[in-house]
C-alpha cells in the first residue's frame, strides 16, 4: 500500500528565507509525486508533479522539489519565502496502475514580515 | 476555459436529510474524482468515475453514499439520510487521462446540522 509522510504540520519562515516543506513516501512501485497548494477555502491548485526522467522537477510560483529515491522523499523548496506563499500544502502520490492520489495530511506554512 | 465547478459552494442541511453535490469537469476531461476533506486533515479518495462508468469506489462509505457521471449532465454525489459526521468539504477533480495531475475544483462545504 501507498502512503505519504509529510513532516511538520505547521512550518513557520521570515519573508525572504528558503521554504522546505517535507514529503517521505511509501511505494512498491515507481511512483508518480505530487505537490499540491490549498489557500483557505478554495480548492487544490497543482505545483509540480514528478512522473519520470528528471529528478528535479520545477513548478510554479518558483516552487521546486527533488525525488530521491534512495531517500523516498520528494520535499519541497522554494529559495525566498513571499507573503503570498501562506497557504496549506499538500504531498501526494500515486502508482501507474492506480487511480487514486493518497495524500499526506498536510503542512500549513506561515510567513513572518 | 473554465475550471471545474463544483455546486453549490455551501450546503447545510439537517440530519437525516439527502445531500447532492454537483461536479461539472472541465471541457474535453472525462474523468471525474471525488475526495472528502474533514477538518485539519488531508484528502481522502472516495470514488473515480468515467462517463456513465464507475471504475473504483474503493473509498465510498458502503451505505448511504453514491456517485454517478452520466452520459449528460454533471457528476452527482448523493448522500441519504446525512449525519454530523458527514460534515465536510468534499471537491471534485478531473483530469483528461490517469496520473496526469487532477484539475480540482473549488469544493462543497457542507454542514449537517
Known amino acids: 500500500a501507498q502512503s505519504v509522510t509529510q513532516l511538520g504540520s505547521h512550518v513557520s519562515v521570515s519573508e525572504g528565507a528558503l521554504v522546505l516543506l517535507r514529503c517521505n513516501y511509501s511505494?512498491?512501485?515507481?511512483?508518480?509525486l505530487f505537490w499540491y497548494v490549498q489557500y483557505p477555502n478554495q480548492g487544490l491548485q497543482l505545483l509540480l508533479k514528478y512522473t519520470t526522467g528528471a529528478t528535479l522537477v520545477k513548478g510554479i510560483n518558483g516552487f521546486e522539489a527533488e525525488f530521491k529515491k534512495s531517500e523516498t522523499s520528494f520535499h519541497l523548496t522554494k529559495p525566498s519565502a513571499h507573503m503570498s506563499d501562506a497557504a496549506e500544502y499538500f504531498c501526494?502520490?500515486?502508482?501507474?496502475?492506480?487511480?487514486?492520489?493518497?495524500f499526506g495530511s498536510g503542512t500549513r506554512l506561515l510567513v513572518r514580515p | 476555459n473554465a475550471g471545474v465547478m463544483q455546486n453549490p459552494r455551501h450546503l447545510v442541511r439537517r440530519r437525516g436529510q439527502e445531500a447532492r453535490l454537483r461536479c461539472s469537469p472541465m471541457?474535453?476531461?472525462?474523468?471525474v474524482y471525488w475526495y472528502r476533506q474533514l477538518p485539519e486533515e488531508g484528502l481522502k479518495f472516495m470514488v473515480y468515475l468515467q462517463k456513465e462508468n464507475i471504475i473504483d469506489e474503493s473509498g465510498m462509505p458502503k451505505e448511504r453514499f453514491s456517485a454517478e457521471f452520466p452520459k449528460e449532465g454533471p457528476s452527482i454525489l448523493r448522500i441519504q439520510q446525512v449525519v454530523r459526521g458527514d460534515s465536510a468539504a468534499y471537491f471534485c477533480?478531473?483530469?483528461?487521462?490517469?496520473?496526469?495531475?487532477?484539475?480540482f475544483g473549488s469544493g462543497t462545504r457542507l454542514t449537517v446540522v
Open positions: 511505494s512498491s512501485v515507481p511512483p508518480y
Open positions: 471541457k474535453g476531461h472525462s474523468h
Open positions: 501526494a502520490v500515486s502508482d501507474s496502475l492506480a487511480n487514486k492520489l493518497i
Open positions: 477533480a478531473s483530469s483528461p487521462r490517469r496520473d496526469d495531475g487532477y484539475t
